[in-house]
T-cell receptor, first 112, second 114 residues
C-alpha cells in the first residue's frame, strides 16, 4: 500500500535554530512530491513540488530536497512565523496522479 | 486574483439533516478536489471533478455522500442524513486544466454534527 510517513511528529525550535523535517514514501514510481504548510484553522498552503531525485527548491528560509525514497524540508534560521504544520503528499504508484496521499505532518513550533 | 473560496466556513447540523458544502475554484481552474481532514487521520482524498464530470470518486463513502461540479456555479459536496462521524474539516482544492498537478486549497468548511 502506498504510504507517506513524516517525522518527527512535532518539533520545537528556538528562533534561529536550523533543522530538517523528513518525508518518506513507499511509492515506487514517484510522480511528484508536494510540500504544503498548514496554519491552525486554515487550508494547506502550497510550498514546493519536486519531481526527480537530486532536485532542490528554495523559498526564503525553506529548502526542499528529494532523494529516491525521501524528501527533506530544511529550515534555516527559523522565525516564530514559521510555526505551522508542514505536510507532504505524493500521487499513488498507479492510477489517478491527482489523488494525493498525505502524511500526517510535522507540527513545528518556533519560540522567540 | 481570488483564491479558492469555500462556504460556509462553519456548519452545524443535527443527526439526520443534510449538509451542503460549496467550493468556487480559482479563476481559470477547471479541476476540483474534495478532501476530508480529521486530527488523527490527516487529509484523505474524497473526489476529483472536472466541469460536469466526476473523474475519480474512489475516496467517497458509497452512501450518503455525493459531489457535483456543474457547468455554471460552484462545486457542491452533499452529505445526506449526517451522523456524528461526519464531523470533520472538509477542504476543497483546485488546479488548472493543463500542466503540472499543483493543487491550491480553500480555507475549509468545519462541519459539526450534534
Amino acid at each position: 500500500e502506498d504510504q507517506v510517513t513524516q517525522s518527527p511528529e512535532a518539533l520545537r525550535l528556538q528562533e534561529g535554530e536550523s533543522s530538517s523535517l523528513n518525508c518518506s514514501y513507499t511509492v515506487s514510481g514517484l510522480r511528484g512530491l508536494f510540500w504544503y504548510r498548514q496554519d491552525p484553522g486554515k487550508g494547506p498552503e502550497f510550498l514546493f513540488t519536486l519531481y526527480s531525485a537530486g532536485e532542490e527548491k528554495e523559498k526564503e528560509r525553506l529548502k526542499a530536497t528529494l532523494t529516491k525514497k525521501e524528501s527533506f524540508l530544511h529550515i534555516t534560521a527559523p522565525k516564530p512565523e514559521d510555526s505551522a504544520t508542514y505536510l507532504c503528499a505524493v500521487p499513488p504508484n498507479a492510477g489517478n496522479n491527482r489523488k494525493l496521499i498525505w502524511g500526517l505532518g510535522t507540527s513545528l513550533a518556533v519560540n522567540p | 486574483n481570488a483564491g479558492v473560496m469555500q462556504n460556509p466556513r462553519h456548519l452545524v447540523r443535527r443527526r439526520g439533516q443534510e449538509a451542503r458544502l460549496r467550493c468556487s475554484p480559482m479563476k481559470g481552474h477547471s479541476h476540483v478536489y474534495w478532501y476530508r481532514q480529521l486530527p488523527e487521520e490527516g487529509l484523505k482524498f474524497m473526489v476529483y471533478l472536472q466541469k460536469e464530470n466526476i473523474i475519480d470518486e474512489s475516496g467517497m463513502p458509497k452512501e450518503r455522500f455525493s459531489a457535483e461540479f456543474p457547468k455554471e456555479g460552484p462545486s457542491i459536496l452533499r452529505i445526506q442524513q449526517v451522523v456524528r462521524g461526519d464531523s470533520a474539516a472538509y477542504f476543497c482544492a483546485s488546479s488548472p486544466p493543463e500542466g503540472r498537478e499543483t493543487q491550491y486549497f480553500g480555507p475549509g468548511t468545519r462541519l459539526l454534527v450534534l
